[in-house]
């Protein structure tokens, strides 16, 4: 390098205004927030589906409550809706789940929330998730 250029080359050296100090502030401010959506995303989405597989066992032990004596006499596959939305009642109870169940004589609907908390998120104002998931499931005989 000629002696000039490298003049230049020290004097804009020593005229250093930061600037790179303020773009690696921000990239590990972006950075930190990928990783937190990513991690409490990731979360969430483990939350829905744990939430979908209660539903779904639960609308399925409703959906078993069949009204035998209507299948004995006539022939005809029938949920008693009483005992199904008793029986898919008892199951999130049993596994600790807060949801909703409605039946008919034909189906079997099971809601269930599930709320968790955000770790990573939380330093940017997000404490908690909230997931709902809704499952069905009707009697079938074969």
């Known amino acids: 390098m000629s002696r000039p250029r490298l003049e230049a ?14 773009w690696a502030a921000g990239m590990f401010l972006i950075g930190m ?26 609308a ?16 005809t596959v029938q949920l008693d809706p009483v005992l199904a939305e008793a029986a898919a009642t008892e199951y999130l109870a049993q596994v600790g789940a807060t949801g909703t169940v409605s039946a008919t004589t ?7 929330t599930k709320t968790g ?21 009707e009697p079938v005989t074969s």
């Open 9 to 22: 080359v020290r004097r804009q050296l020593r005229e250093d205004r930061g600037s790179g100090t303020g």
């Open 33 to 58: 927030l990928a990783a937190a959506l990513i991690i409490d995303g990731g979360a969430a989405m483990t939350m829905r589906v744990d939430a979908r597989h209660v539903a779904q066992q639960a």
């Open 60 to 75: 399925r032990a409703g959906a078993d409550r069949i009204d035998l004596l209507l299948l004995r006499t006539a022939g």
């Open 106 to 112: 034909t189906l079997v609907t099971v809601t269930v």
């Open 117 to 137: 908390s955000t770790p990573l998120l939380a330093a940017i104002g997000i404490t908690t998730v909230t997931v709902s998931t809704t499952e069905r499931a």
